[in-house]
């Protein structure tokens, strides 16, 4: 691939987002994109955005002092006489009506500069950690571009996009709270395959109903001009999705129950790891996945049918899911003394991803299993009836103690308690300095502490707390 042909200049900067050229060469070419005044390099573009606090346009003079070529604006009033210096020193200054449009717009642009593989990753639970996988499998064959963390919103992908450089293939997440976001992302990524993990409750309040969540997800197709997904088919939303439209597109199904495309057998679930066999091509292949916890059987069949649609080889395939490593925050395993295993899951949750990691940590062998669980937002009218529902799935996978925070929270207790754990084994705490009191009060050697909740609680606190405290 040429790739001096991807290069984006100012003019087309100019172009694409209609702005106006303050100081500078149209014909300069724009490297690497830049947000923070703090970390640029030398000739970076640096983009304004503007944050709850801070107009990052307003920063425009200290990203030329910290070597910015370019920067991109608004609402900016300049004089003629501060902008001599910079004008002698060979800077641009690019002013456009909004800079958040505006890198949707320089995104945009910069895919349709690419002819490479673009793997589009939604779905209500688990996007992260797919994500994470058939970017490993991927990377086997091509440099792969992937999204750092979960930057998968209106500012994440454009984001991810303008880091485009020599890379020959990406995998692009995507995430939604309403209707239209994913279409927005979608026309932005221009993703070649989609892939949609499963359809739960996440943001079911804003949303109404998991079948308005499976239409939101749906959105991705719009930016694809040959419509090829990747589905999840034990999902029950998605299987009846397959059921009525795979004669009117390209469908690859993975799952353990439904039968479909790439299917898991002879599963052996251990610890920290899993194992199975998964015929393909009319080979039956040996995948060792590096993580625990059936839901990464999942991720591991979904990243071979992506790596199978890119025509990938069986072993390096293998190889990609073998040597996968997840994001921090995402079922991340932290070894404290006294053999104190602390499972930080903390970035993010569901009552579907609670309930797969109860499973995952009912399934381990040593020690009392302590569940720290916090609210799970975005669920409107719903989320006392989810709420209760995790409660009922804490009891039934006979967790041995219970310390929970936050407004709903309090019906995880409450189903807990009904479900037959014992009052003492439960505790309701007002905020995560309480519950990380708790755990400390509680602790003891062998035991297993799953940390989860919605980002915004900040239980990634509690464990950043307990490992600095108790760590080997």
């Known amino acids: 691939m040429n790739f001096e042909n991807k ?7 100019l172009e694409v987002t209609k702005g106006k050229l303050v100081i500078g060469n149209p014909e300069e070419i724009c490297k690497k994109f830049c947000f923070d005044t703090r970390i640029l390099e030398k000739d970076d573009v640096y983009v304004g955005l503007k944050g709850e606090k801070i107009d990052g346009s307003t920063l425009w003079e200290e ?5 910015a070529k ?41 895919r349709s500069l690419y002819n490479i593989p673009v793997v589009g990753v939604t779905g209500s639970v688990g996007k992260t950690s797919t994500k994470d996988i058939i970017a490993s499998v991927v990377s086997q064959k091509y440099n792969t571009l992937k999204t750092e963390g979960n930057n998968n919103n209106h500012i994440g992908v454009p984001k991810t996009i303008l880091r485009l450089q020599n890379e020959e293939a990406a ?18 990524a221009r993703p070649t395959l989609s892939v949609i993990t499963n359809i739960g409750t996440s943001h079911i309040g804003n949303l109404g109903s998991r079948e308005n969540i499976l239409k939101a997800k749906l959105e991705i197709l719009e930016g694809m001009k040959e419509k090829k997904i990747v589905i999840n088919n034990d999902n029950d939303l998605l ?6 439209n795979k004669n009117k597109c390209d469908i690859v199904t993975y799952g353990i129950n439904n039968t479909s495309d790439f299917m898991a057998e002879q599963i052996t679930l251990n610890e920290n790891s899993s194992e199975f066999i998964c015929q393909v091509e009319g080979n039956k292949i040996v995948v060792k996945v590096p993580v625990g916890g059936e839901h990464f059987i999942y991720n591991a ?38 053999n104190i295993t602390l499972i930080n899951d903390a970035y993010n949750a569901s009552y579907e991803s609670i309930k797969e990691s109860l499973k995952y940590i009912n399934n ?11 609210d799970v937002l975005e669920l409107g009218e719903f989320a006392e009836e989810l709420h ?80 600095a405290e108790f760590s080997n």
Do not use: P
């Open 301 to 338: 069949l979904c990243a071979i049918a992506v790596g199978k649609s890119l025509n990938i080889n069986n072993d390096a395939i293998i190889k990609g899911i073998a040597n996968f490593e997840l994001t921090k925050k995402r079922m991340e395993i932290i070894h404290l003394k006294d």
């Open 364 to 374: 381990l062998s040593s020690g009392r299993k302590i569940a720290v669980l916090g």
């Open 70 to 110: 370019i920067v991109i604006v608004q609402n900016i009033k300049f004089e003629e006489a501060e902008l001599k210096q910079y004008i002698q020193s060979g800077k641009t200054i690019i002013e456009v009506e909004d800079t958040l449009k505006a890198i949707s717009q320089i995104a945009a642009y910069k």
């Open 63 to 67: 990203a030329f002092t910290n070597n």
């Open 388 to 467: 209760k529902k995790i409660g009922t799935e804490v009891a039934k996978q006979n967790v041995d103690l219970l310390i929970c925070c936050g407004k709903n929270a309090k019906y995880i207790c409450e189903k807990a308690l009904q479900n037959g754990m014992a009052a003492d084994k439960v505790f309701y705490e007002k905020d995560i300095e309480d519950v990380t009191r708790r755990i400390e009060q509680n602790m003891m050697e062998n035991d297993i502490i799953l940390i989860k909740a919605s980002n915004a609680m900040r239980f990634s606190n509690i464990a950043v707390k307990l490992t």
């Open 239 to 244: 299987h009846a999705w397959y059921e009525q």
């Open 7 to 13: 290069q984006i200049k100012v003019k087309d900067i």
């Open 171 to 188: 995998v692009i997440e995507m995430g939604m709270n309403h209707f239209g976001e994913i279409s927005k992302l979608t026309q932005i």
